[in-house]
Nanobody, 119 residues
C-alpha cells in the first residue's frame, strides 16, 4: 500500500517556475514506477511524465519535454517535478501516481495540487 501527498502548487506568472513534491508513505515506494499527471478544468486527465523505480528510465509528454524534469529520491520516499518556463496552458491540477510497472496504469493516486499560470 502506498499513500501519496502532493505539495508545491500555486500561482505563478508565465515564464516562471515551480517544483512539485509528492511524499509517499509505505515501504514499497522504491519498487514502484512513479508518474505525474494533470487535469485542466473541463478536460480529461493527461500524462505528464514518468520515472522508473531506479530513476534510470524517464519519459515526458511532448507538451512538457524540455521544460519539466521528473526525479525521485527513494531514500526520502519523495517524487519531484521541476517545472520551468511555465505557460498558461500548464494550468491544471497535478497528480502524482504510483505504477507497478513502467507503462502500467496507476494503482495509487495523490489528492492533487493546483498549479495556476497567469499570462
Amino acid at each position: 500500500q502506498v499513500q501519496l501527498v502532493e505539495s508545491g502548487g500555486g500561482l505563478v506568472q508565465a515564464g516562471g517556475s515551480l517544483r512539485l513534491s509528492c511524499a509517499a508513505s509505505g515501504r514499497t515506494f522504491s519498487s514502484y514506477a512513479m508518474g505525474w499527471f494533470r487535469q485542466a478544468s473541463g478536460k480529461e486527465r493527461e500524462f505528464v511524465a514518468r520515472i522508473s523505480w531506479t530513476g534510470g528510465r524517464i519519459n515526458y509528454s511532448d507538451s512538457v519535454k524540455g521544460r519539466f524534469t521528473i526525479s525521485r529520491d527513494n531514500a526520502k520516499n519523495t517524487l519531484y517535478l521541476q517545472m520551468n518556463s511555465l505557460k498558461p496552458e500548464d494550468t491544471a491540477v497535478y497528480y502524482c501516481a504510483g505504477m507497478a510497472y513502467y507503462y502500467s496504469d496507476p494503482e495509487y493516486w495523490g489528492q492533487g495540487t493546483q498549479v495556476t499560470v497567469s499570462s
